[in-house]
């Protein structure tokens, strides 16, 4: 749908990344890597979550160890974070690790840079330039005066020379800034000036939902100019929360396919016979573990509702406490307002199973159609077109202002 930028493809694990293969999304372990069954726990819930790469840091022999055995059980590839000591890149390598993240903020000797980068060549590992706009090189700060795009840039460009000059070429690179301006400016600079596939990130994004905000303004505006081969969201949260995250970005950008259901519920308002946010708080939850690919629709009333809602797969709309469902706009059935969720989900199944044409098929359309045209008119007897009353609301306004 977006024309992609053309990258160089490397591959982390058995996960390609640039060079037109689908973009991935990254996690990062938010426990100690010492700490192996813990470690191997989260990995699994992120991977059950939409997670294709998975960092753990590395920053202590005791890591290096745990790495060692997380590796062969982990379900997806793991890439090592190091920060400071070159040598937890060496130890990391040796536990056979399929991927390393260096900070040319903190590891900053080149013959450090280059001993890492010539072991990786021998042993085929790609290695993350993962420069971040907190942790650049003070001598750069004070050459652009101050944490510039150019800065980060200059960074990363800097390391992979180091690169070049041990004849290793299998990298990725990120610039992530916790200033998204920044941050989009910086990979926009990247793009122009390579053509090693990018990571995408805003650091220290914070806490849902703002870091949520952050994260999706700087990821998906780059996405959308077709910048971008593998994201990670950095949340301050449980780092399944991440996942989900990168994985939805990319299904609502149409840059993965669909795994998940994707609903859609209308805002509420004056006109909704149910309280549309719980309903579809709960239709979310009864989901949340469906691999249902389908596009499901809950609105507040049935006066628009199915019209508004006509391209989802399927939807329900609340109308004199009856929920009416309905299938690409089509309604097929009238199920009581308490049992909405429920309904929901079985016709979701059945749809995912036999498909949209075979539930209208198998379904009384007719009654149906006939049912919520009865619930559509009396509320609109009741409610009017004037679902907030407005008419009635601007009498009392003027009465008590004055005209
Ligand atoms: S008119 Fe109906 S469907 Fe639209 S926002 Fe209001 S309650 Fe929801």
Known sequence: MYERRQTKQITVGKVPVGGGAPISVQSMTTTKTADVEGTLQQIYALAAAGCDIVRCTCNEKEAAEGLAQIVPRSPIPIIADIHHQYKMALAAMEAGVHGLRLNP?????????????????????????????????????EKHNGLTAA???????????????????????????????????AYRMLADATDVPLHLGVTEAGPPPMGLVKATAGIGTLLLEGIGDTIRYSLTADPVEEAKAGRQLLEALGLRERK??????????????????????????????????????????????P????????????????????????????????????????????????????????????????????????????????????????VEIRRTVGD
Request: with cysteine.
């Open 105 to 141: 903020g903190n590891i900053r000797k080149p013959e450090h840079i280059k001993a890492v980068a010539s072991e990786a060549r021998d042993r085929n590992i790609p290695i993350r330039i993962g420069v971040n706009g907190g942790s650049l090189d003070p001598a750069l700060y």
């Open 260 to 305: 998940n259901v994707d609903l859609i519920a209308c805002p509420s308002c004056g006109r909704a016979e149910i309280d549309v946010i719980d309903v579809a708080n709960r239709a979310m939850k009864a989901f949340e573990d469906k691999k249902l690919p389908l596009q499901i629709a809950v609105m507040g009333c049935v006066v628009n509702g």
């Open 307 to 394: 019209g508004e809602a006509r391209e989802a797969d399927l939807g329900i709309a609340a109308g004199n406490k009856r929920g009416h469902l309905f299938v690409k706009g089509r309604n097929v059935a009238v199920v009581p307002e308490s049992e909405m969720v429920e309904a929901l989900v079985e016709w979701a199944e059945f749809i995912n199973e036999h498909g949209t044409e075979a539930a209208i098929a198998r379904a009384d359309t007719a009654r149906a159609e006939r049912e919520a045209a009865k619930d559509r008119s009396q509320l609109l007897d009741e409610k009017g077109d004037d679902a907030n009353n407005a008419g009635e609301r601007i």
């Open 151 to 185: 800065a980060m840039v200059e960074s990363a460009m800097q390391e992979m020379a180091y690169f070049h000059e041990v004849d290793f070429g299998l990298m990725k690179i990120s610039v992530k800034a916790s200033n998204v301006p920044l941050m989009v400016e």
